[in-house]
């Protein structure tokens, strides 16, 4: 890496990514600089962060909270915006050459075309961003010549993998999944789960919609369709693998039958870090894996019959055009009804899969049909669990 200080931008820093990713930043404060901090909605940690890392500006999308986020910031040399629209455009200053998108669903699409556009290298987070418009995404991304770098742990430990293999075609990704809390559960237990029981994840750490996509096993749906995009394989190429332990965090295997792994303890610090630092290693002071705490690593098949989302992410993406919008918006709506007690577990299924067969099809979508499918399928869903 150059002596200058890479120029970061973080697309929802106030998140459970956000956070850790600048936890990673304060310990390499020689490395990095935050250009640019945004938030959707909690002003306080956004203020405090601002003046933590004095960025050169700060967007906070949630309009109703300017005043409190300007007056905050007053005496210090931060511009201030607001507003939806102020993401796509803060994206591009010209000093800023990584954006790491954090942000939570749908919301993330828009701002990372725009830092595309702008040549920015993306450090992604948001996977829905990938799930919702892959082929767009990844297209722009090849004319731009920007970089996708995956921040998902298993998206980031396939990168790694592929480390000096580029000459190599991969034969096949071994996606491990941990299986959420639920992944012993019977369909009668699966029937009675509460949300507070499906928000405590066995293994990582994460934020609310995410760690309840985890227990429905949407995550992992969603991590497929990722991994098609990112690395330009084929579904019937992506063989999703339940690991218990969360130490291999994904595999690569070669036409010569050799498979690579990437281990470690769980900690999104470290694909953030790497990510962060690409192409380079640096240093960290997380935990080191011991292997006589975990004498045992097992692996298991994924339960379609029981975790019924994975099932409806493969028909979606098989099915292509906009229905992974679809079960993406769809999804969204369900998550949101759940965390709310309006919606049961399994329940959450069910919405998708109608959502999935009640929005109008479109084989080769550009960024407005998107835009309309988005609203549609959530307006569609809305009915459903409303
Ligand atoms: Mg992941």
């Not at 690569?252 to 769980?266: E, N, R």
Request: aromatic content about 8%.
């Amino acid at each position: 890496m150059s002596n200058e200080k890479r120029q970061i931008a973080i697309l929802g820093s106030t998140g459970s990514i956000g956070t850790q990713a600048l936890d990673v930043i304060r310990e390499h404060a020689d490395l990095f600089e935050v250009y640019a901090l945004t938030a959707n909605n909690n002003v306080e940690l956004l203020i405090r962060q601002a003046q933590e890392f004095l960025p050169e500006m700060v967007v906070i999308a949630n309009e109703s909270k300017y005043e409190p986020l300007k007056a905050a910031l007053a005496h210090l040399p931060i511009k201030v915006w607001a507003g939806e629209e102020a993401l796509s455009q803060v994206v591009q200053a010209e000093p800023i050459q990584m954006v790491l998108t954090a942000m939570v669903g749908y919301s993330g699409l828009k701002p990372t075309i725009s830092a595309i556009r702008a040549g920015k290298t993306i450090a992604l987070a948001n996977k829905e961003t990938l799930v919702v418009a892959g082929e767009l995404i990844t297209q722009l991304a090849i004319e731009n010549r920007t970089p996708i770098l995956p921040v998902d742990s298993e998206h980031s430990a396939i990168f790694q993998c592929l480390a000096g293999e580029s000459d190599n075609p991969i034969e096949k990704i071994i996606l491990t999944a941990s299986g959420g809390p639920f992944r012993t559960f019977s369909k009668e237990q699966l029937a009675a789960v509460t949300k507070e029981a499906a928000l405590k994840h066995p293994n990582w750490s994460m934020g609310a919609k995410i760690t309840i996509d985890s227990a429905s096993m949407m995550n992992k749906g969603f991590e497929m369709i990722e991994a098609k995009w990112l690395f330009d394989v084929t579904t019937e190429q992506i063989q999703i693998v339940v690991h218990p332990q969360s130490i291999i965090h994904s595999m690569v295997q070669f036409s010569d039958s050799s498979i690579k792994a990437q281990m470690g303890l769980p900690d999104m610090r470290l694909p953030i870090q790497y990510a962060l630092a690409y192409p380079n290693r640096i240093f960290s002071n997380f935990e080191r894996l011991k292997f006589n705490k975990f004498p045992i690593l097992s692996f298991e098949e994924p339960d379609t019959c029981k975790f019924r989302n994975l099932e409806l992410a493969y028909e979606a993406v098989r099915k292509g055009g906009n229905m992974p919008c679809i079960l993406n918006a769809a999804n969204e709506i369900a998550v949101a009804a759940f965390l709310k007690d309006k919606t049961s577990f399994l329940n959450m299924s069910d919405g998708i899969e109608k959502t999935m067969q009640q929005v109008p099809f479109i084989a080769s979508p550009d960024l407005n049909d998107y835009i309309q499918t988005d609203a549609e399928a959530r307006a569609k869903a809305k009915e459903f669990f409303n």
